[in-house]
């Protein structure tokens, strides 16, 4: 039988995982100016101090985001926080943001260097960072395919906004810097009024290895991505910085995987299919001889890789804030800290310790030990499904339910009946609903009501969800307890009756 290959939005029956909002294009000026992954940042190297406070700002900036990052994290993970005003302090940290780059704009302007207020600059906008990245994570927040693809949308409209402003004379730079740096910092004092209920957190211990056991190879990817363009600035044919123009591409092959190819659930897709390609790109280019263009486009195709990555585990954090599992700013902070910590091991690498002048020939190195651990992953995940037992619910048995076929996996069978009846998706969704609000189920819980009438596995609904299976287990407990039944049949005909 034949099914059909429909986009993840298709096959949800909802519109397309993005639509753009004024507050999207704040973000891409908030993305294009944090230090020191904006090339925006860097274009300021033209400013008579620049090379002075430079350095005393960065390595400032990065320790006290390190610092303040593992703080949240505790903070957030605590059994009984203290009550905080959230709104407070984020307008706190939004002025130390904004004054801490400031300082560091009027310094590379300054008659002569100073390099300890540049220091104290980066400290005041460094501790802010993480509150900062945290409230605009609840502001965005959303499914893995619709995260994914404004992770897109924001890296393209900063790379490419980062190229246009770089051909402004230096003191157009900074004026276009400090505004962009206004404009991304300024929404998140607004949205933090309205923000969700904190999660609580029983045991601190468990929900970080829940968070790790989801994030563990995103997070590598960040961490590998800030270590590599902290220590390697290259261009990219002579025309802009490698970095514009491989974001930029990075975006575009995230679009195409988000609108075209992506399979549900997308996050194993891009571990599976996604970043194996772009990482075979990189070698086959990187394989020609020296002063060719395949040699020069495999830079390119470098920062693609690590691009890629990034956007992915910067989605998949976006996706576990919406999960609730974990307090947002443990989440984000986690990210923050491992990224910044990255940049910080780059920074004091090549410019404290000089280790080495040229870092390139150790792109390849990093990149191949990358892959190798990605490969291993791969090859552990793929025997463990092939050797796993199927699970009670896997699969709906014969008659127990719509868009039941013979010989086809629940996915494609799902699939093919919403593409090609959207009438009976609709169908099932409202029935779900109304037991939802007629058992008093949780909006969590519901979710995942529907996707259990669909005959989709735990594990699956995990993946789809980014959620832990064990989390997944413990709502279908609820649900199953909430309706009053102990099997899946009982459920599906349960739904076929409401």
Known sequence: MATYEVPPWAADGERPPLAVRPLHLALAAFVATVPPFSPLFASLAAAPQYAAVEASFLFAFLVAAVLASIAVIVR??????????????TAVCVVAYLVGLGVFEALVFAGQPMPALALAAGIVAGAALPVLAAEWARAVEGPMASSLALCAFVAVLACFGSWMLALLPVEGVA??????????????????RAGAPAVPVRRARQAVERLLSVTWLPLLGIAVFAFMVTVIAHSAFGVARASLVGGMLAALVVFAACFLWGKRPLLPWCYRVLVPVMAAVFVVLGSFP????????SVVALYVFYIVLALIGCALLLAVVRARELPPNATVGLGVAVATAAALAGF????????????GPWATVLTGAF??????????TAWAELVSVPEDGAAPEEGAGAGERAGATPEAVAAEDLWTESTVQDALEARCAALA??????????????FLARGFSPAYIAKELVLSVSTVRTHVRNIYRKLGIG??????????GA
């Open 348 to 359: 004091v690498l090549s410019e404290v310790l000089a280790v080495t002048d040229d870092f």
């Open 290 to 297: 020296a002063g060719t263009f395949p040699k020069d486009a």
């Open 76 to 89: 957030a993970l605590q059994a009984r926080p203290r009550p905080w005003r959230r709104s407070r302090v």
């Open 175 to 192: 004026l276009a810097y400090g505004i962009c740096a206004l404009v991304g910092a300024a929404p998140v004092a607004v949205t933090a």
């Open 437 to 450: 609000a007629r058992f008093d189920l949780s909006p969590r819980e519901a979710e995942i009501l529907v």
């Open 487 to 496: 099997k899946r049949e009982e459920l599906i005909h349960l739904v076929d």
């Open 371 to 380: 892959v190798s651990v990605l490969l291993v992953f791969l090859g552990k």
